[in-house]
């Protein structure tokens, strides 16, 4: 059975969008030896990160995140630069690259918004405005559109319904709603999956995705899957994977970051970086689950040079 088919044990497991704890990163908090930032090092204690990356070295003039573009080059400074910046202003920046220039990168914007937490969109949408001056919400208005478009745009405002409270008789209404959208009917009624999906609380969703299962003996992720396409179905099944479990479907991006010909950097950097401090021990062991093999030989092979050596030293051995 496949990791995203078993609900057995759903219900009462923790989840990286309601829990908030640094306890399962790979790199811990250490005291600075200095004023004015905040040093991380990895658990084997080998590598630091300052967050402050605005601060200025008061010999040379020069901010850290100069220095880093001035000395290093290609992967190895995009992933140093992702070190030394906020998560919030990281998350902001790889919004910006999404929706920057011809086309949209829309595949960045969906794990972005179906893996973060509202506090986490929240600190986002702040950084944005405070990069650009403008409203991510207005800026991302004018990029995506459709069902698609509908969809991001109520995750990206951080307002999912945050309530611990489970209603049992709302879940199975909400279950027979979507079966009567989609498996029961002729045609798919996008709107009631994307009100359900991007609006009900983690915990609900949990109860209606089982409750689901009763009805149509079908996963909804299967149900989407069959009844959607394009964009919005790659959306929705996102989000439905991070409702059962964040550290699996980022550890799944991952594997398929580095499948087939050639590596997509970026994606590596983005997901090992950000969850470095969250959650990295978990997408470790959801990768070995997933793939029958660890993160850190898949990285051992996939990529080299001091860019490879700071993602493995960032990943740590099982």
């Known amino acids: 059975m496949s990791v995203w088919d078993d609900l057995d044990l759903l219900l009462d497991s923790p989840s990286s969008l309601t829990v908030t704890s640094s306890a399962r990163g790979t790199v811990k908090d250490k005291a600075s030896l200095q004023s004015g930032g905040g040093c991380v090092c990895t658990e084997e204690g080998h590598r630091g990160h300052w967050y402050d990356r605005k601060d200025t070295n008061r010999a040379t003039g020069?901010?850290?995140?100069?220095?880093?573009?001035?000395?290093?080059?290609?992967?190895?400074?995009?992933?140093?630069?992702?070190?030394?910046?906020?998560?919030?202003?990281?998350?902001?920046?790889?919004?910006?690259?999404?929706?920057?220039?011809?086309?949209?990168?829309?595949?960045?914007?969906?794990?972005?918004?179906?893996?973060?937490?509202?506090?986490?969109?929240?600190?986002?949408?702040?950084?944005?405005?405070?990069?650009?001056?403008?409203s991510m919400i207005h800026d991302l208005q004018s990029e995506v559109s459709g069902d698609y478009g509908k969809a991001l745009l109520i995750l990206a405002e951080g307002k999912r319904d945050e309530s611990t409270n489970v209603d049992a008789a709302k879940a199975k209404a909400d279950a027979k709603a979507l079966y009567e959208a989609g498996e029961k009917k002729w045609g798919t009624d996008e709107g009631k999956f994307i009100d359900i999906l991007c609006h009900r609380s983690i915990p609900q969703l949990r109860q209606t995705l089982v409750e689901y299962k009763n009805i149509s003996k079908k996963t909804l992720q299967e149900s989407i899957e069959s009844e959607m396409s394009g964009e919005l179905e790659k959306l929705l099944v996102a989000v439905v994977k991070c409702v059962k479990n964040v550290p699996a479907y980022l550890a799944e991006r991952l594997f398929k970051s580095m499948k087939g010909a050639g590596t997509t950097e970026s994606t590596l950097i983005r997901i090992i970086t950000s969850r470095s401090e969250i959650d990295l021990l978990d997408i470790r062991a959801e990768y070995k689950k997933l793939f029958g093999y660890t993160l850190y030989s898949q990285l051992e092979s996939e990529v080299s040079g001091s860019f490879g050596d700071t993602l493995k030293q960032l990943c740590g051995q099982d």
């Open 62 to 134: 020069r901010t850290l995140v100069a220095d880093l573009e001035g000395d290093t080059h290609g992967d190895f400074e995009d992933l140093l630069v992702a070190l030394v910046t906020p998560p919030a202003v990281y998350d902001c920046q790889e919004v910006i690259k999404a929706i920057k220039g011809a086309g949209t990168t829309e595949s960045t914007l969906t794990e972005i918004f179906a893996s973060r937490s509202n506090r986490q969109i929240k600190a986002l949408s702040e950084a944005y405005l405070a990069e650009t001056g403008r």
